[in-house]
């Protein structure tokens, strides 16, 4: 391997991004701050880098087998590179903005970084987008979140939004009121939709927990199938909560796409009520999740975040800038005028023996030439 080709080589997992594509991803992040902005959202910024216990501390108990580690040559403490946002605007909220009156309407972006990716989503960094309201326990929060995510990806143009609702407390609560004995394994059997193996470990709850499994699919499906089944009182009760926030999306966004999974729990683990998953049509990818969780004091609170890079691959992209060549000797007033008519401007910085074949050797669309602008032909 020459010095070159190895100095150009990045670890598994990372990798640079060029234009045009960093440009759209920081446009896409700056439409969705202003979409959540609209709704009240104010922006906050944590670092990239915490003490390790206290990345872990509260909800991100769930994410030590995936943080960076690294000793501080300064403190000589453990530090943490942050795998996921949500943890550090809970960890904000209860300290620094612990007297903020509530509810609290917080939104993020930035980088994350994990362990290790995985088959289908192989990058290890990548871009976070989101926000957090907390202090809210009433179900009016969480239809506010998934309404949040609704308008937000109408306005990045995004089609065939579907979201996906689930409710982690469910089977926990049925697992409860039937004292099953193998939980374990039962769980691997639902995170399967293992009917056969339900069956067999579930016991007296094996028929109730299969028509969960069955029941998963559009809402008004999954509510008129489960309405005719029997559920634990506390089972009930969390039921009731899911199908509660779904008619207040139904009722604010009558032709949003809402379908149920009731038994799914991977990527829930800290979750306490209804949660959500993203999609849209375009994408096999999951473009975001969000739900209901608690801060480490019990404060309640629910949001969501979008992974970028998913999101990018099903937003329009918008049309090639307009670059223009001012060859070398232009005023830097001529310069500004032209940029204040909306143009990106490309000021040659050596006379060229021919400004449009410049031009195009730079990448500009136009050339200035006097007064007048010129499109160069392909």
């Not at 009731?262 to 975001?288: D, K, M, P, W």
Request: glycine residues 8%.
């Amino acid at each position: 391997m020459s010095d070159t080709t190895s100095r150009t080589l990045l670890p598994e997992g990372l990798r640079d991004v060029l234009a045009p594509d960093a440009g759209f991803e920081s446009e896409v992040i700056n439409r969705l701050k202003n979409s959540f902005a609209a709704n009240g959202y104010t922006l906050v910024k944590p670092p990239l880098v915490e003490f390790e216990e206290t990345l872990l501390s509260g909800v991100g108990k769930a994410m030590g087998a995936r943080i960076f580690r690294m000793l501080d040559p300064v403190s000589h403490r453990m530090l943490g590179v942050r795998t996921d946002i949500t943890t550090q605007i809970a960890r904000i909220a209860a300290t620094r903005l612990a007297g903020a009156p509530r509810p609290l309407r917080l939104m993020y972006a930035g980088q994350v970084l994990r362990v290790k990716g995985s088959q289908l989503e192989p990058e290890r960094q990548f871009s976070q987008a989101g926000f957090e309201l907390i202090g809210a326990e009433a179900g009016a929060a969480d239809a506010e979140a998934i309404l949040v995510v609704a308008e937000a990806l109408q306005a990045l143009g995004v089609e065939g939004v579907s979201i996906d609702l689930g409710l982690p407390t469910l089977v926990p609560a049925i697992l409860a009121a039937h004292k099953a004995d193998d939980a374990e394994r039962l769980r691997a059997a639902l995170d399967h939709k293992d009917v056969a193996e339900i069956k067999a470990a579930g016991g007296s709850a094996g028929a109730l927990l299969t028509a969960l499994v069955e029941a998963s699919g559009p809402f008004e499906a999954a509510q008129a199938r489960l309405s005719k089944v029997t559920l634990p009182a506390a089972a009930k009760a969390e039921w009731q909560g899911l199908v509660n926030v779904a008619e207040a999306v139904r009722k604010a966004a009558p032709n949003l796409a809402l379908t149920v999974d009731a038994v799914e729990n991977r990527g829930f683990e800290y979750h306490t009520g209804v949660t959500f998953s993203i999609f849209a049509r375009g994408s096999q990818r999951e473009l975001g999740r969000g739900g209901r969780y608690a801060l480490g004091s019990a404060e309640p609170a629910t949001g969501a975040t979008f992974f970028v890079d998913a999101l990018l691959s099903v937003v329009p992209r918008p049309a090639a800038a307009r670059a223009l060549f001012a060859p070398l000797g232009t005023p830097r007033s001529v310069v500004a005028a032209w940029q204040a008519k909306g143009w990106s401007v490309v000021a040659g910085l050596a006379k060229a023996t021919d400004d449009a074949m410049e031009a195009k050797r730079l990448g500009c669309t136009h050339v200035l030439a006097g007064d007048a602008v010129q499109e160069i032909k392909a």
